[in-house]
């Protein structure tokens, strides 16, 4: 399994809606976008009644094979015992985690959602998480029920935690400057780079502008 690589620059979490577009149009945007640098790739739990959920699967891990981010998928932690998935994304604390834990492999990476509440992020990082998320920053379709993270969350986070967290939910490239003097690791998206006309040009954007801004925030430090 691919372990999470975290460099010293803030990066892209991709997140896949499988029922966004036809499965063919998204596996070809996908080998465009993937030669872009990510950090890791989540299978977003979306998929359509008429969609063969382990073939999909399988497809995208073959895909992203040749590179070095991690495939994970939402909730559905079952797939990653019968696939080459390399981890679970949790939406919220699971109530049998231990029995869940005890079925995974064992290097299997492990992320969770977080809202305003820290106590799930102390439950996280007691339980061996590999990384947090934050949903959602900004209102988004996307995000759900998820309520706003207030800033000052997002801060006591990144003093009270050691784990890397990303932050999520209506994040745009004309929006970003919002976040800056945050320290999170990364953006997690899904329309910002996949319903973009040109998703590889959004991809290029978002990390230059996330490495504009970190340089900036170096420099005022």
């Known amino acids: 399994m691919k372990p999470l690589h975290l460099s010293s620059e803030k990066g892209i979490y991709l997140v896949v809606d499988p029922s966004s577009k036809s ?8 080998e465009r976008v993937f030669r872009q640098p990510l950090i890791a790739l989540q299978i977003w739990d979306n998929f359509s009644d008429d969609q063969h959920k382990r073939r999909f ?5 073959s895909l992203a094979a040749p590179y070095p981010f991690p495939v994970l998928i ?10 080459t998935l390399d981890g679970v994304h949790f939406d919220e ?5 231990a029995e869940i834990s005890s079925q995974l492999p064992e290097n299997a990476l ?14 996280a990082e007691k339980n061996g998480f590999d990384y947090i998320s934050f949903c959602s920053v900004f209102p988004s379709p996307s995000a759900g ?19 890397p967290f990303f932050l999520a939910g209506g994040i745009r490239t004309d929006n970003l400057h919002r976040l800056a003097g945050i ?7 899904i329309s910002g780079i996949l319903a973009q006309p040109d998703p590889e040009a959004a991809m290029t954007q ?16």
Do not use: H
Request: hydrophobic share 35%; with cysteine.
């Open 93 to 97: 604390i699971p109530e049998n985690f």
């Open 23 to 30: 499965e063919k149009e998204l596996f070809q945007t996908l």
């Open 57 to 61: 699967i399988e497809k995208l891990c």
């Open 110 to 123: 492990l992320g969770l959602t977080c809202t305003n509440d820290l106590s799930s992020m102390r439950w």
């Open 145 to 163: 029920a998820c309520e706003l993270v207030s800033e000052d969350t997002l801060r006591a986070a990144s003093t009270e935690s050691q784990l």
């Open 183 to 189: 320290p999170y690791r990364g953006l997690a998206l």
């Open 74 to 83: 939402d909730n559905g932690w079952e797939w990653v015992t019968k696939t």
């Open 206 to 221: 978002f990390i230059d502008l996330l490495q504009t801004n970190q340089q900036n925030e170096t420099n005022d430090n």
